[in-house]
């Protein structure tokens, strides 16, 4: 069975960090892009970040960059997502997604893999 499951949300003050954990199991996990999006209640699903199948070349959206970082374990098929110095405007539903064109894509269109979710919320 294809499936991608995140975990590590939760609830966070301001200024605090989180890392969250997406594990794939039942596809070739090394030729995947893999990315994070979120959305908030009310709004549209947007893009975080994505990695390349080698771990080696990341894309960032840029409310993000300088303290999110995304990174890749193929020893155990799992991506994560770093967080620090969140902000309340980063609570959301964060959910990891998987495609394989190769390409790092910010429209979560060509994603055709995606998890569950997993609850992040910082409090002011």
């Known amino acids: 069975q294809v499936q991608l499951v995140e975990s590590g949300g939760g609830l966070v003050q301001a200024g605090g960090s989180l890392r969250l954990s997406c594990t794939a199991s039942g596809l070739p996990f090394s030729i995947y892009v893999m990315g994070w999006f979120r959305q908030a209640p009310g709004k549209e699903r947007e893009f975080v970040a994505a990695i390349n199948r080698s771990g080696g070349n990341t894309l960032q959206t840029d409310s993000v960059k300088g303290r999110f970082t995304i990174s890749r374990d193929h020893a155990n098929n799992t991506v994560y997502l770093q967080m620090n110095g969140l902000k309340p405007e980063d609570t959301a539903v964060y959910y990891c997604?998987?495609?394989?064109?190769?390409?790092?894509?910010?429209?979560?269109?060509?994603?055709?893999?995606w998890g569950q979710g997993t609850q992040v919320t910082v409090s002011s």
């Open positions: 997604a998987a495609e394989r064109t190769a390409v790092l894509y910010r429209n979560p269109t060509p994603y055709d893999l």
